[in-house]
């Protein structure tokens, strides 16, 4: 059995973090499906600027929508959708098996508006429409600005991927927001079942402190991050005020490890899909990632309920000088700025090849 039907058979759904139309073209995302158990995809700014900006398999798109006097924002949203439709169409009869639990695509609003909540909520229910399927996840980041808006598209029956969480506490708040539009939707005599995912980001913490922290300290911090936002999300779970809502026809808002490449190139390629084992929870895997693991990857048990020794890990890092909700705000900024980037990067490239096609 591979490693990874292992981690599907434990619980864990593994997602995809990648997305290219030469993988639907040539049938890389089936196998990836059929043969390594992977239930879902998500994607984000960088990942279609990448899979733009290089070949040639966007160009007979782009030159048509922009020749027809679309916007560069609105053609990418046209191509990028097209593609996660393809892709949603593969996860459909994982979605129907699981009773839609599992089988969803991911796309992101423009990363511009992540302190835009107003625009936010309107534009995520502008793509969930034009999406036009039921496995589709709209990604809101989940700033404070962010949150408000995550409350708005919940309640008008929007399905949310809430990304750029970085701890315990952003967890909490997006946790928060999820659960109150589902309230409102119970007292306004609505179906409280629009489903939602929390991604919290790992690597990131590791790749920040690697050259700041003494060497028994490198690549901890990420996940004891994990294992305590993991605990907070058992507690919700356990929570009277989720219970309430689950009693009315409420799904769990899952959690999902995101950001789970490795980045210290000392360390094993596979070194957080082992560490972040655990039911009822969702891994999604850079592409390399993933067939690392199928290749090589090993499990050792699942996430402990209570976080293990999180806690003492975490001290361990503020004793070393790490302040880690400064820290926490620092990498959910230069998240956002980063998918700005990407995403300035990728109009660009839209614009100048639908001049050089013309």
Not at 131 to 140: D, M, Q
Request: aromatic share 8%.
């Amino acid at each position: 059995m591979k490693p990874t039907h292992e981690l599907h058979e434990l619980g864990q759904s593994l997602w995809l973090d990648n997305i290219t139309r030469q993988i639907l073209d040539n049938g890389t995302l089936k196998r990836y499906i059929d043969e390594l158990s992977v239930t879902g995809l998500t994607s984000n700014p960088t990942i279609f600027d990448h899979a733009m900006s290089k070949g040639d398999a966007y160009n007979d798109d782009m030159g048509r929508l922009m020749s027809a006097g679309m916007s560069t924002e609105d053609a990418f949203f046209e191509m990028a959708i097209d593609d996660l439709r393809r892709a949603a169409d593969l996860f459909a009869p994982i979605h129907e098996r699981t009773a839609t639990v599992d089988g969803w695509v991911s796309l992101e609003v423009s990363p511009l508006l992540a302190y835009d909540a107003k625009t936010t909520v309107e534009v995520a229910k502008k793509l969930f429409r034009q999406a036009e399927r039921p496995n589709f996840l709209i990604k809101i980041p989940g700033t404070p600005e962010g949150r408000f808006a995550i409350e708005e598209a919940i309640f008008a029956g929007v399905s949310v991927n809430v990304t750029l969480l970085f701890d315990r506490n952003h967890y909490l708040g997006a946790a928060d927001a999820y659960m109150r539009g589902l309230e409102r939707r119970v007292e306004a005599g609505l179906s409280p079942d629009v489903r939602s995912v929390a991604s919290l980001f790992i690597s990131r913490w590791d790749k920040s402190t690697m050259d700041k922290v003494p060497a028994e300290l490198r690549n901890k911090l990420g996940p004891a991050i994990g294992r305590q936002a993991y605990k907070a999300y058992r507690d919700v779970l356990a929570s009277e005020r989720w219970q309430r809502l689950e009693n009315c026809g409420a799904r769990p808002q899952r959690l999902l490890f995101a950001s789970t490449g490795t980045k210290d190139p000392k360390a094993s390629d596979v070194l957080y899909i082992d560490q972040f084992a655990a039911p009822n929870t969702i891994d999604t895997m850079p592409e390399e990632t993933l067939l690392a693991f199928a290749d090589h990857g090993e499990l050792h048990g699942v996430v402990p309920r209570d976080g293990g020794d999180c806690e003492q890990v975490l001290m361990a890092f503020t004793r070393a000088g790490i302040d880690i909700t400064q820290l926490a705000a620092e990498l959910q900024r230069d998240g956002a700025k980063s998918f700005v980037d990407s995403w300035k990067d990728l109009l660009d490239s839209i614009e100048s090849k639908s001049k050089a096609l013309k």
